[in-house]
């Protein structure tokens, strides 16, 4: 079993620039969450997406936005980058969308710079 | 006030001591605490599980949560060196959608052989 895989595993960009990052959710999962992770700091929910999608939305500006595919993965689109979004950007995958009873599994993370 | 604090340490031990690492929630709502485990360069993996106050035992870990104080603990007994990594206590609500976890900041413990 592959588990949660994420790519690209490290990523540059500038200010203003567009990214977009991948998330393949591990095996018989049909829900995926995208959190942030800025350096010293505790991982914050983005958003997360069950059938293709947005179930619910963190403190996040619209700048970022998401997609989920037929196949359950995912992409997270993050537009006008700024400084302060360079951090690890974490997809978890789950079976079922309540995260009080079903496992989060976490892929290895992207980390995104942002210059 | 952020809804789950949690000190950033770090924590430095030596092998075979036993570890105490604390959360404070501020959150009533709460009903779930989990604690991942991080290490570096890695994605978060969950150690513990508890639903309400109590405690749970697994192995050389134990989780405890007092819902009367809003504190949640995570001990490690006969701490070994490949528990080195960053604890992330994690809590989120009863009830439908429940769709996200709040994290504290996580916890760096290092175990020195």
């Known amino acids: 079993d592959a588990g949660v895989t994420q790519s690209p595993t490290h990523l540059i960009k500038t200010r203003g620039q567009q990214v977009t990052l991948r998330c393949s959710p591990k095996s018989g999962h049909d829900t995926v969450s995208w959190y942030q992770q800025a350096l010293g700091q505790g991982p914050q929910f983005i958003f997360q997406?069950?059938?293709?999608?947005?179930?619910q939305r963190g403190n996040f500006p619209d700048r970022f936005s998401g997609h989920q595919f037929p196949n359950y993965s995912s992409e997270l689109n993050v537009n006008a980058l700024l400084l302060g979004d360079s951090a690890l950007y974490l997809c978890a995958s789950s079976l079922g969308t309540d995260v009080s009873t079903d496992t989060q599994y976490f892929g290895p993370g992207t980390r995104l710079t942002v210059l | 006030q952020k809804e789950v604090e949690q000190d950033p340490g770090p924590l430095s031990v030596p092998e075979g001591a036993i570890v105490s690492l604390n959360c404070t929630y501020s959150n009533s709502a709460f009903q779930y605490f989990m604690w991942y485990r991080q290490y570096s360069r890695k994605g978060p993996e969950l150690l513990m599980y508890?639903?309400?106050?109590g405690n749970k035992e697994d192995g050389r870990f134990t989780a405890q949560v007092d819902k009367s104080s809003k504190y949640i603990s995570l001990f490690i007994r006969d701490s070994q060196p490949s528990d080195s990594a960053t604890y992330l206590c994690?809590?989120?609500?009863?009830?439908?959608?429940?769709?996200?976890?709040?994290f504290g900041k996580g916890t760096l413990l290092t175990v020195n052989p």
């Open positions: 508890t639903y309400s106050s």
């Open positions: 994690a809590a989120t609500n009863s009830g439908g959608s429940n769709y996200k976890l709040t």
């Open positions: 997406y069950y059938e293709e999608e947005e179930r």
